[in-house]
């Protein structure tokens, strides 16, 4: 079955500054997506990516998926309190049904 | 729009008890799902729709039963709850259509069994 780690687990960093999390895959993957959960809410879409090599951003989130669909990065750029929650990535290794696997989960904190 | 509604949002059970979760969208979407999340761990699929009156079992679906009469309700029954059961549980729902990927998420019932 589909198995995801997420690196780190937890990250603590001043505003500010910039952050990577990482997520593995141990199959190839159709489809990466990455959700933000804020504490004790439901998830909230990101984004997702598809083809090798994509990379997508929004306002100052941009996610990569590498060449081989494997790995995926997050990068938060001058994080503020806002980004604070769980960083979940998922994998759709459904062809179709978007049945989603779920890694475990970074937990960022962003100190003001 | 409302999106996904799950209620209750808070429940603790006795042992060997039943409960229905009940799970409402209001986006005419096609795909609903349940989930699981225990502390610390990420979110795992107990079933899943694709559409009413077709469901199918995920990740970790013993214990647990769903029904799809209608596009916008997919309740999921615990039929003997254990402790075991003691988890977050999340409905979502999706759109099946070229280029939307997208799952909308309840706010979750959390569940306490004793």
Same mark, same amino acid.
């Given at each position: !079955?589909?198995? +995801?780690?997420? !690196?780190?687990? #937890?990250?603590?960093?001043?505003?500010?500054?910039?952050? /990577?999390?990482? &997520?593995?895959?141990?199959? %190839?993957?159709?489809?990466?997506?990455?959700?933000?959960?804020?504490?004790?809410?439901?998830?909230?879409? +990101?984004?997702?990516?598809q083809k090798?090599?994509?990379?997508? #951003?929004?306002?100052?989130?941009?996610?990569?998926?590498?060449?081989?669909?494997?790995q995926?990065? +997050?990068?938060?750029?001058?994080?503020?309190?806002?980004?604070?929650?769980?960083?979940? &990535?998922?994998?759709?290794?459904?062809?179709?049904? @978007?049945?989603?696997?779920?890694?475990?989960?970074?937990?960022l904190?962003?100190?003001? | 729009?409302?999106?996904?509604? @799950?209620?209750?949002?808070?429940?603790? +059970?006795?042992?060997? @008890?039943?409960? /229905?979760?009940? &799970?409402?969208?209001?986006?005419?979407?096609?795909?609903?799902?349940?989930? *699981?999340?225990?502390?610390?761990?990420?979110?795992?699929?107990?079933?899943? !729709?694709?559409?009413?009156?077709? %469901?199918?079992?995920g990740?970790?679906?013993?214990?647990?039963?769903?029904? *799809?009469? %209608? %596009?916008?309700?997919?309740?999921?029954?615990?039929?003997?709850?254990?402790? #075991?059961?003691?988890?977050?549980?999340? &409905?979502?729902? !999706?759109?099946?259509?070229?280029?939307?990927?997208? @799952?909308?998420?309840?706010?979750?019932?959390?569940?306490?069994?004793?």
């Amino acid at each position: !079955s589909q198995e +995801l780690e997420q !690196s780190p687990q #937890s990250l603590i960093v001043q505003e500010g500054k910039n952050l /990577t999390i990482n &997520c593995t895959s141990s199959k %190839t993957l159709y489809g990466l997506y990455w959700y933000k959960q804020k504490y004790g809410e439901g998830l909230i879409f +990101l984004m997702m990516l598809q083809k090798g090599g994509e990379e997508k #951003s929004h306002e100052k989130i941009t996610a990569k998926l590498d060449e081989k669909k494997q790995q995926s990065s +997050l990068h938060i750029t001058a994080s503020q309190p806002s980004h604070a929650g769980i960083y979940l &990535c998922g994998a759709d290794n459904s062809g179709g049904y @978007q049945k989603v696997t779920f890694g475990t989960g970074t937990k960022l904190q962003v100190i003001p | 729009n409302a999106g996904v509604t @799950q209620t209750p949002k808070f429940r603790i +059970l006795k042992i060997g @008890q039943s409960m /229905t979760l009940q &799970c409402t969208q209001d986006m005419n979407h096609n795909y609903m799902y349940w989930y *699981r999340q225990d502390p610390g761990m990420g979110l795992k699929l107990i079933y899943y !729709s694709v559409g009413a009156g077709i %469901t199918d079992k995920g990740e970790v679906p013993n214990g647990y039963n769903v029904s *799809r009469s %209608t %596009t916008e309700d997919f309740p999921l029954r615990l039929e003997l709850a254990a402790p #075991s059961q003691t988890s977050v549980y999340f &409905c979502a729902s !999706s759109y099946a259509g070229q280029d939307t990927y997208e @799952q909308y998420f309840g706010p979750g019932t959390r569940l306490t069994v004793t």
